[in-house]
């Protein structure tokens, strides 16, 4: 078994920055992919970006590409996102989700551990 726990989340004005981060504890995610969804009031989850097991290739939604950054310490068995240049259509709440496989992938039905979820919210 996996657990994720996101922290970091908040309450930002748009332009602003936040970094979110997913602690895993009960066995290793080394091998695995790690995803970054969110989920916003009244709309189904989305898929925001991924990064493979050694951290040296990510994938984004382009609704985040090029403001959102993805990482990882497997050393210390986390994941971050930063959030840059946020908009208040980025408020939603975001989950971490580990994936089955060491690479990457927008498909959440290949992500068999998610957490419980971080607010971000973003006011105009």
């Known amino acids: 078994q996996v657990q994720l726990v996101e922290s970091g989340g908040g309450l930002v004005q748009a332009g602003g920055s936040l970094r979110v981060s997913c602690a895993a504890s009960?066995?290793?995610?080394?091998?695995?992919?790690m995803g970054w969804f969110r989920q916003a009031p009244g709309k189904e989850r989305e898929f925001v970006g991924a990064i493979n097991w050694n951290g040296d290739y990510t994938i984004y939604a382009d609704s985040v590409k090029g403001r959102f950054t993805i990482s990882r310490v497997n050393a210390k068995n986390t994941v971050y996102l930063e959030l840059n240049s946020l908009k208040p259509e980025d408020t939603a709440v975001y989950f971490c989700?580990?994936?089955?496989?060491?690479?990457?992938?927008?498909?959440?039905?290949?992500?068999?551990?998610w957490g419980q979820g971080t607010q971000v919210t973003v006011s105009s």
């Open positions: 989700a580990a994936s089955i496989y060491s690479s990457g992938s927008s498909d959440p039905s290949q992500y068999n551990y």
């Open positions: 009960g066995r290793p995610i080394s091998s695995r992919a």
